[in-house]
């Protein structure tokens, strides 16, 4: 058969669709829209960082303008596009979607209102602390590491990451027929959590979900607001899935300061709620008069924080006012959680001390593979030393050696049968 003749190979057409589907669903699902349950996070984030760390772009560092960052990315470990490289980008830098951020913006990052960021070319990033301590003994052999796409570099697998940062920053993804949607956690509760697993480990399964659950007490939105009840919290900590009720933090300002006229006052709101969309919602119901009672309608957020003014007809109740708008509009709602994660190449539900024994187990290999490394560097440097004390026990007679030797491999050669000194020594 020559070089342009092909073979003919029937397959049915269900099964090929069905095997290309299922690699295709697998590739989704591992290698780009599930996070790592030990280190929290996805490839286009690993990426981002990792590749920040070669730029020398490290919380100490003078700022990069993103382009420059978003090019290198992309040539060497994310071939999928610049935007998705610039978005992941600029997500972890925005202080309203991540509880503690992993980058440090300079520029228009975007705002809780639904801004957009503006183009790569004008803002500029470095890493923060806490993105740097995520590859704290990254070159220590602590993880594995894999060609990139062009085989012509690596990249790590995952990162070394001290701290659980898939409970501490969450996460949130799409893939083929799962999804995943973590909150975010105060850093100090996940700690404890951590602390107490590695103190217990002979306690019975129910007695550590029990003490998990007294020491983490719920998510930690970024946006700040109310958690309303513990029982989703329970159920998602225990089931691995669950809802939790978010409400708007609100008070009632005194009618006296307004001439009569009583206002409520909005200063956080839920999580990943659009403030823009949700003052449009409450004037909508307004003109509808869905909602009766409002006469005004204030954005008084500035650099202080966040602050909505809603003014209130005279005499009306202002909680009868504010069940309507939690009835009705996004300063009350839901956030489904869904504790779903890569664990082993398999993508996973599990209830939290789960996730933290996982990534309890994970940080003991990390500190194993760390202690070997220095171990084997201290070895070597012990078997130099040893070499050298020997030379110096006998120094004359090596000085006289290498000066008779003719070159340098026969002052190597009679060192090592006169001295019984090694090679590298």
Known sequence: MSDT???TIPVNIEDEMRNSYMDYAMSVIIGRALPDVRDGLKPVHRR???????????SNRAYRKCAKIVGEVMGSYHPHGDASIYDTLVRMAQDFNMRYMLVDGQGNFGSVDGDPPAAMRYTEAKLQHLADELMADLDKETVDFV????????????LPAPYPNLLVNGSSGIAVGMATNIPPH???????????????????????????????VGPDFPTGGFIVGRAGIAEAYKTGRGSVLMRARTSIEDPKKKGGKQSIIVTEIPYQVNKARLLEKIAELKHRKVIDGITDL??????QGMRIAIELRRGELPEVVLNNLFKHTALQTSFGIILLAIVAGRPMVLPLVDVIEHFVQFRREVVRRRTEFELRKAEARAHIL???KIALDQLDAVLRLIRDAKNPPEARTGLIEQFSLTKIQ
Do not use: C, Q
């Open 5 to 7: 003749e092909f073979k």
């Open 48 to 58: 981002v960082i990792y590749g920040m760390r070669l730029m020398g772009l490290t």
């Open 147 to 158: 060609p990139n796409y062009d085989e012509t570099t690596e990249e790590p697998t995952v």
């Open 186 to 216: 105060n850093m100090r509760e996940v700690a404890d959590a951590v602390v107490w697993v590695v103190e217990h480990p002979e306690e019975s399964p129910e007695e550590r979900t029990r003490s998990v659950l007294r020491l983490v």
């Open 298 to 303: 204030r954005d008084e957020s500035d650099r």
């Open 386 to 388: 040893e070499g050298l």
